[in-house]
């Protein structure tokens, strides 16, 4: 199979960027184990457990495996961005709009290839995403991990199929992070740390971890830095030049879905939570995490008018958010 051939076809299923690499063991896995053992996963235990060890080679995940098709779909949309919820979570949930494009690249391949074995990897599968995009020539890693292309920015997911086609491969383009740092400097909780010769996330400072992987308590010493952010952050890409132009999606179903504001959201019964996510990126917080992250950023926005709704988050019987709710009345 062509690699012109996959890029084009990509194309037509929705992927702005397409490029293949070899399904070889990852030549990052030994920065990934470091990172691992340094802690920055925190309490991301499918980062931790025997999941692991299979990100080392992606023949874990299919035998066959002889190259891995490596996609990127745009999701930017000119919607709020007063930074409550991430730009990635504006539209539907991504996993299922991915998955769908890519099964649908799949059927393409096969009418041009015949049959083969793959297996469709967006998010969830123990693979190292950025890394086999980068060596696919997707982007380059910024200092603020993110996989970043020249001219379309950072504003993209990612996606693979892993298969047993033989494919001609691509190579990685030219680092041109340069001298800069804003991210580095823009990062309100200094989660972008230097690692050796290089910059990575310490998750457990990352207010995209604190608002959405983590489960139990916000350690305080985090709290104020968060801001106002309910559901993940985007400052460190907000600040990459490399962003400034950049385009904004055709997908109708990363349009902007309404969203309450944040006093509303307040207020959402466990029912009511669960239908306004539904289908949306923002159901991972779940309506425990959503009400944590409330007031903590009720709290540092300080605002009289939030006394309230913060009253009534301290009358939870969920303890954790009653907890976060005192914290902020105690900032008013
Ligand atoms: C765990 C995770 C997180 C964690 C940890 C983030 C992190 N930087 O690792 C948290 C919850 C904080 C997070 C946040 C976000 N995430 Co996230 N996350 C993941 C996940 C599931 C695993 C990432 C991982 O393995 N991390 C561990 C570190 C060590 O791996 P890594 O950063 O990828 O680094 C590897 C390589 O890049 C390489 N490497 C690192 N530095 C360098 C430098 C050089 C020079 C070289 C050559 C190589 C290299 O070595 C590492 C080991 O392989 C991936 C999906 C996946 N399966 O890969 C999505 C993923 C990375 N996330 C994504 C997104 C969109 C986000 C957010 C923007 C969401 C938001 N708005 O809140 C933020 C961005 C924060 C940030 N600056 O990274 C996208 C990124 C798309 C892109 N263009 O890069 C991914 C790929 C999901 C997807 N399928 O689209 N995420
Ligand atoms: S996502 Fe936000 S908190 Fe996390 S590294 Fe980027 S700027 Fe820092
Ligand atoms: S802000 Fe600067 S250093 Fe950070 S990723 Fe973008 S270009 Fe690289």
Known sequence: MRNETVKRLARECGFELAGVAAAEPAADFAKYQQWVERGYAGEMGYLTDRRAEVRGDPRNLLPSARSIICVGKLYNTPGPADGLISRYAWGNDY???????????????????????YKICVDTAPLLERSYAREAGLGWIGKNTCLIHEP???????????????????????????????????????????????????????????????????????????????????????????????????????????????????????????????????????????????????????????????EVLEASPDEMVAEHAQWALRKL
Not at 102 to 116: H, M, Q, S, T, Y
Not at 181 to 203: F, G, K, L, Y
């Open 152 to 310: 379309l920015g950072s504003w993209f997911f990612l996606g693979e199929i892993v298969t047993s086609l033989a494919m001609e491969t691509d190579s990685p383009p030219q680092d041109r992070c340069g001298t800069c740092t804003r991210c580095i400097d823009a990062c309100p909780t200094q989660a972008i740390v230097r690692d050796e010769e290089r910059w990575t996330i310490d998750s457990r400072r990352c207010i995209s971890y604190l608002t959405i992987e983590l489960r139990g308590p916000i350690p305080e010493e985090h709290r104020e830095g968060m801001g106002a952010h309910v559901f993940g952050c985007d400052i460190c890409q907000d600040v990459c030049p490399w962003n400034s132009r950049a385009p904004v999606t055709e997908e109708q179903a990363f349009s902007e879905r309404p969203f309450p504001d944040i006093e509303n959201i307040a207020k959402l019964s466990y029912d009511a939570y669960h239908q306004i996510t539904a289908d949306s990126p923002v159901a991972r917080a779940k309506h425990s995490g959503v009400l944590r992250n409330v007031a903590v950023a009720m709290g540092n926005l300080g605002l009289e008018r939030f006394r309230e709704p913060l």
């Open 95 to 117: 996993h299922r709009v991915m998955r769908a494009g890519l099964e649908n690249l799949v059927e393409l391949l096969a009418r041009e290839a015949g049959p083969f074995e």
